[in-house]
């Protein structure tokens, strides 16, 4: 089954910096790349995503990076805010017909 | 003007006990899933169903039943419950393969 591996699993940044997870897969059919975002009491929601055919996705201060060769996506998020603050997970979508979701990045932004 | 609802919210129980968790979405989707996140945050699914068919059955105790009645429902049954069995479930859904997921906002599961 696809194999995947999210770093780091926290990630601590001051207000106003960036900040970039990444996620690694092992299955190179996957073909459909999403971030999930999950807030406290929540489910997980998407927040961008990105197929096999396109290199680089982005919406306002979120952008989406992928490597098909090196198999690996990025989550890039710019001028971070508290409400940034979450667990973030890659779950990439394999032709078994699952996304198997990466181990989570906590996420927290300090004012 | 819920798309994925869940209920019960909380459901705390005794072992050996048997529950059930009850999802349904409003948004017109084929796919209906059931993940299971742990103490760690770490997710896993559990069962896929499409168009009321079982497509993903996870390697999950036969003490887990899903039951999908009709596709905008997808119900889960635990027999026996045990105390490992103690997570938050997650009902989900999809328009079809390779698109975006639609979670509620889960059934925190404790067993005592």
């Known amino acids: 089954g696809e194999n995947v591996e999210q770093h780091p699993s926290t990630l601590s940044v001051q207000e106003g910096d960036s900040a970039v997870i990444k996620c690694t897969y092992s299955?190179?059919?996957?073909?459909?790349f999403p971030w999930y975002k999950q807030e406290l009491g929540k489910g997980p929601q998407l927040i961008i995503d990105i197929r096999s055919n396109v290199g680089e996705k982005k919406d306002q201060r979120i952008a989406v990076t992928l490597n098909k060769t090196a198999k690996h996506f990025s989550l890039h998020i710019t001028e971070t805010q508290p409400e940034d603050s979450a667990v973030y997970f890659c779950a990439p979508y394999t032709n078994a017909g699952k996304s198997t979701f990466g181990d989570g990045t906590t996420l927290t932004v300090k004012p | 003007d819920t798309a994925v609802s869940q209920t019960p919210k909380y459901l705390v129980t005794q072992m050996g006990n048997d529950k059930s968790i009850k999802c349904e979405q409003n948004?017109?989707?084929?796919?209906m899933y059931w993940y299971k996140q742990d103490s760690k945050k770490f997710l896993k699914i559990m069962f896929s169903?499409?168009?009321?068919?079982?497509?993903i059955n996870e390697t999950v105790p036969n003490r887990f039943s899903p039951k999908s009645p009709d596709k905008a429902h997808l119900n889960l049954h635990i027999n026996s419950l045990e105390l490992g069995d103690s997570a938050v479930y997650f009902c989900?859904?999809?328009?079809?393969?390779?698109?975006?997921?639609?979670f509620g906002n889960g059934t925190r599961l404790t067993v005592t």
């Open positions: 948004l017109g989707h084929d796919t």
């Open positions: 299955d190179s059919a996957s073909n459909y």
């Open positions: 169903y499409n168009n009321k068919e079982l497509i």
């Open positions: 989900a859904s999809s328009t079809r393969t390779a698109s975006p997921l639609h």
